[in-house]
């Protein structure tokens, strides 16, 4: 299983941007996807996730200023980030947790490469 994010960027103060994470390979039912991200010196903190169900979930952080959605035929996720801060600043990692054909009940946990967003003047 792969997880291809892009979509990251230099953008101002404000703007805005969309990151998108496509999975692809073996996967039978793609549980839940979520977005993380890392800044320089910081731990790694989840954004938002949405399960197959469309449950959502976001960072305090973020609410009201991001959005997750996803397309389930085409095993994709996508973060709409709107009023973008310095403090976005961040490496963004997409993550699933989902089930193989063949692997079977436990759900397996696979992370993208990452994809840099930088919000400055």
């Known amino acids: 299983v792969q997880l291809q994010a892009s979509g990251g960027g230099l953008v101002q103060p404000g703007g805005s941007l969309r990151l998108s994470c496509a999975a692809s390979?073996?996967?039978?039912?793609?549980?839940?996807m979520a977005w993380y991200r890392q800044a320089p010196e910081k731990q790694r903190e989840l954004v938002a996730s949405?399960?197959?169900?469309?449950?959502?979930n976001y960072a305090d952080s973020v609410k009201g200023r991001f959005t997750i959605s996803r397309d389930n035929a085409k095993n994709t996720a996508f973060l709409q980030m709107d009023s973008l801060k310095a403090d976005d600043t961040a490496v963004y990692y997409c993550?699933?947790?989902?089930?193989?054909w063949g692997t079977g009940r436990d759900l397996l946990e696979y992370w993208g490469q990452g994809t840099l967003v930088t919000v400055s003047s």
């Open positions: 390979g073996n996967i039978f039912t793609l549980n839940e």
């Open positions: 949405i399960t197959i169900d469309g449950r959502i």
């Open positions: 993550n699933a947790h989902l089930r193989g």
